[in-house]
């Protein structure tokens, strides 16, 4: 049970100023697709909609069950959607095979990013992604969160209950 005495003071919800120029910053992206969307794209323009969303790593993966390729899709687009959210691009034009979903033994999903996408990212001070994908029926949705190096204090919006 939560009590008032527990919380803590509002000082320590927050570095001291010395630390903030020195902190990281997470930037959050999420995204929902409609997998039907994406079987209807398979079937209007076949190879030409597949080869220019996704890697051919992504494609082996996704095509090798073709009753849940749709789902395997929808849930990649939903992850390179939000990594743009996290990435805030504005009129950069980008390739979206710049933007991998790769997959480890294990089975996890991670987030390659590619060529001049890559060189973006780092530029906005991008150091860690972490992804999660999911799809179930209809729908197929990922998470993005990007960690950023922030250098500037000034870049760090303080909360007003701190003096």
Not at 15 to 33: F, N, Y
């Amino acid at each position: 049970m939560y009590t008032p005495a527990m919380a803590l003071p509002p000082r320590e919800f927050a570095p001291l100023r010395d630390e903030m120029a020195e902190s990281t910053a997470i930037v959050v992206g999420t995204d929902l697709v409609q997998v039907s969307e994406v079987g209807k794209a398979m079937e209007r323009f076949g190879e030409r909609y597949l080869r220019r969303l996704f890697t051919e790593a992504e494609l082996s993966y996704c095509l090798e069950n073709v009753d849940i390729a749709p789902s395997r899709l929808a849930a990649r687009f939903a992850a390179k959607e939000a990594a743009l959210k996290v990435l805030r691009l504005t009129d950069q034009s980008f390739s979206w095979r710049s933007i991998e979903v790769a997959r480890d033994p294990g089975g996890w999903c991670y987030l390659v990013l590619h060529g001049p996408m890559r060189v973006l990212a780092d530029q906005a001070g991008f150091v860690a992604f972490s992804l999660s994908m999911s799809h179930e029926g209809a729908y197929a949705q990922a998470v993005v969160v990007g960690q950023r190096r922030q250098t500037h204090v000034d870049t760090v919006k303080t909360p007003a209950f701190i003096s």
